[in-house]
Every structure is written in C-alpha cells, then in structure tokens.
C-alpha cells in the first residue's frame, strides 16, 4: 500500500511565523502536491512537484514555497504566516496504473490555525 | 481552463435509499474523472476513475458513475445507502497525461439518516 505521512496533524502557528509542513511518500514516486482543503471551496492546488529539485505553481501559490530536496519528502513552507492561511492542508503522491493515468494517494492532513 | 460544479454542497437521505451525487465538468480536451470521498478526520480515498472505454464505472463500496459526454455530467450513484457511507464527497477533472493535477469540486456533504 502507498503511504503518505503528513508529520503534523494539528498545528497553532502565530502570525508572521514561518511555517514548515512536511510530507513523505514510501514508494519513490515522482509526483508529488500540495492542496489546500477549505468549507465550500473543495481542494485547490498550491504548488506541485515532477521530481527532485522541481517544483511548479499551482493555481494558489501566493504566500507559499516549497521544497523538494530528495524525491520521498516534498515540504510546503509559510515564509510569513497570516490568518487567512488557517486551513487543512492535503500532500498527495501520484501513482501511475497505465498509460497516462494513475490515481492520487493523500496523507491524512494537517489542520493549520492561525491566530 | 477547466471547472467541475457540484449541485448541493449537502445531500441527506434515509439508510436504503439511493445514493445520487451530482457533477458537471467543464473541458476542453477529453477528461479523466474521478470521485473521492473522505471521511472525517481521514485524507481522501478514490472511489472510481473514468478515463476511456466503458461509460459506467463501477468502484468501490457499491458506488457507481456514468461518464455522459453530450450532458458533461459524471454522476455518482449508489443502489442502496448506508450508514458508513456518511462522508463527504469530491468530484475532480484532470487532462489525459497531466499525472495527478487534477481540479476538484465544492465537494458534497452525505448524511445518512436511519
């Protein structure tokens, strides 16, 4: 089974903190994403990740980075956390099952408040 | 660009009953489409996938969905509901080739009532 481990589950995090959410995958799997999970609003895409050293804007990047320095963990970072950042936030890792398709495994998420 | 629209964010029905989520997409190349469902506290969970061949997908938990080009809906259905089947559900459109970016909808509340 694929496994997608979100290190925290529950974090309070102050304004202007810098925030780290961490993310690993146990079976070398390329892709990799980060959405963004609010009341309404469904998933939105915040950054993704071909391989290694890569990374792509979603369709919500602004007041997010990421980080892919090896290829199982892929890190999405809050340089200056605001309010409106409070939200669950779902990594996801891409398995292939045929040709161009596959299916999205996600971690069990991490619950951001901002005060 | 492509969408997916949800109708009803919250959908309530009695243990028994039929199960009809809906979705509309919109796209302009030929589209993979997915349900996902999520229960509480948990990430999400895909429940079927389309991506050619056959219009009616059959995946887990008895759900079931019928891909209709002409009415660009991806319905989910279930015979009979129960009440694990409480959870709230996504309906998500990516392009042929694009390995995970997919977009989702509002999502879909299902509450079932004994």
């Known amino acids: 089974d694929v496994k997608v481990t979100q290190s925290s589950r529950y974090l309070v995090k102050r304004t202007g903190e810098k925030v780290f959410l961490e993310c690993v995958q146990d079976m070398d799997h390329e892709n990799m994403f980060w959405y963004r999970q609010d009341p309404g609003l469904g998933l939105r895409l915040i950054y993704f990740?071909?391989?290694?050293?890569?990374?792509e804007k979603g369709d919500i990047p602004e007041g997010y980075s990421v980080s892919r320095e090896k290829k199982e963990r892929f890190s999405l970072i809050l340089e200056s956390a605001s309010t409106n950042q409070t939200s669950m936030y779902l990594c996801?890792?891409?398995?292939?099952?045929?040709?161009?398709?596959?299916?999205?495994?996600f971690g069990e998420g991490s619950r951001l408040t901002v005060l | 660009a492509q969408s997916v629209t949800q109708l009803g964010s919250h959908v309530s029905v009695s243990e028994g009953a039929l199960v009809l989520l809906r979705c509309n997409y919109s796209s302009s190349v030929p589209p993979y489409l997915f349900w996902y469902v999520q229960y509480p506290n948990q990430g999400l969970q895909l429940l079927l996938k389309?991506?050619?061949?056959?219009?009616l997908v059959k995946g887990i938990n008895g759900f079931e969905a019928e891909f209709k080009k002409s009415e660009t809906s991806f319905h989910l259905t279930k015979p009979s509901a129960h009440m694990s089947d409480a959870a709230e559900y996504f309906c998500a459109v990516s392009d042929q080739g694009s390995y995970g970016k997919l977009t989702f909808g509002q999502g879909t509340i299902l509450t079932v009532h004994p």
């Open positions: 389309y991506t050619t061949g056959a219009t």
């Open positions: 990740s071909y391989d290694v050293k890569m990374k």
């Open positions: 996801a890792t891409f398995v292939r099952t045929g040709r161009g398709t596959g299916e999205l495994f």
